[in-house]
């Protein structure tokens, strides 16, 4: 199950509600709706993919709190990751910057097929690898010890937490 902004909150909640959902994709997940505790009902493996401009403090702490939970069962791969992708904005996980070019870029964002590309390779990789367990996809960015070929990869979250600091 897959879900963009708010689509991810539902994605999260399908995920704990329906257990015939075997992965999930949360794009710049907004999960303030979601209810608490929810990171005690999904088991599946989750990935989120946000941009570096959307997230703040207290939505950090919420997808923190689904990717660091003992709920999940362990193997060779992460089960739950956060990756962001550097200098972009939250309508870039949609068709917008296709539709209207330029309308929401600053000087330093990387051009939307840029985005995009590593946005699907992601995506792929990470179902392709939960759901069909196909280690032979290409996974550049996905795992921390690969190099990032796009440049825009960064594993975590470019957020700060006030306990981190």
């Not at 005690?40 to 703040?56: A, D, R, S």
């Not at 392709?128 to 594993?155: A, C, M, Y």
């Amino acid at each position: 199950m897959m879900g963009h902004s708010f689509g991810a909150a539902a994605t999260v909640t399908g995920l704990a509600d329906d257990k015939r959902f075997k992965v999930g994709v949360a794009l710049d997940a907004y999960l303030l709706p979601v209810e608490e505790g929810i990171e005690t009902k999904v088991e599946q493996p989750l990935l989120f993919i946000n941009m570096w401009t959307f997230q703040w403090p207290d939505n950090v702490a919420r997808i923190k709190s689904l990717v660091n939970t003992d709920n999940v069962q362990a193997d060779k791969y992460p089960q739950r990751q956060i990756i962001t992708l550097r200098e972009t904005y939250h309508l870039d996980q949609s068709d917008i910057p296709f539709v209207l070019p330029g309308t929401h870029r600053s000087p330093a964002s990387p051009d939307c097929n840029t985005v995009h590309t590593t946005n699907m390779r992601l995506c792929h990789a990470f179902l392709r690898r939960h759901l069909w367990k196909d280690t032979t996809w290409p996974v550049k960015d996905l795992d921390e010890s690969d190099t990032d070929s796009s440049g825009i990869v960064f594993h975590g979250t470019n957020v700060k937490l006030e306990q981190e600091e």
